[in-house]
Nanobody
Framework: VQLQASGGGLAQAGGSLRLSCAAS????????MAWFRQAPGKEREFVAH????????SYSDSVKGRVTISRDNAKNTVYLQMNSLKPEDTAVYYC????????????WGQGTQVTVSS
């Protein structure tokens, strides 16, 4: 599966952004999807994940309550709605897909830059 992330940009603190990740290739609905981010000088960190049907989600403590992950399997797209943005949310955001039977995220998008100004 190929992943294409978009929707990043510059936002002010307290603002909102919605990231999208469009998938092509194999059947999208079989993948667990997730968002990760990597800030300058830091390691990549988990942000959120969503199961194949969208029935279960999880979030990192740093974004819980401000971020919502969702997916539209008919459109082969996963979203990350980010509200109440903080400067510490500044990072490159990556979407990732985990295949059935895998215990790691096998496929990664190219990343989209989110910059939050104070």
């Amino acid at each position: 599966v190929q992943l294409q992330a978009s929707g990043g940009g510059l936002a002010q603190a307290g603002g909102s952004l919605r990231l999208s990740c469009a998938a092509s290739g194999r059947t999208f609905s079989i993948y667990i999807m997730a968002w990760f981010r990597q800030a300058p000088g830091k390691e990549r960190e988990f942000v959120a994940h969503i199961t194949q049907s969208g029935g279960r989600t999880s979030y990192s403590d740093s974004v819980k309550g401000r971020v919502t992950i969702s997916r539209d399997n008919a459109k082969n797209t996963v979203y990350l709605q980010m509200n109440s943005l903080k400067p510490e949310d500044t990072a490159v955001y990556y979407c990732a897909a985990m295949s059935l039977g895998s215990n790691k995220f096998d496929y990664w998008g190219q990343g989209t830059q989110v910059t939050v100004s104070s």
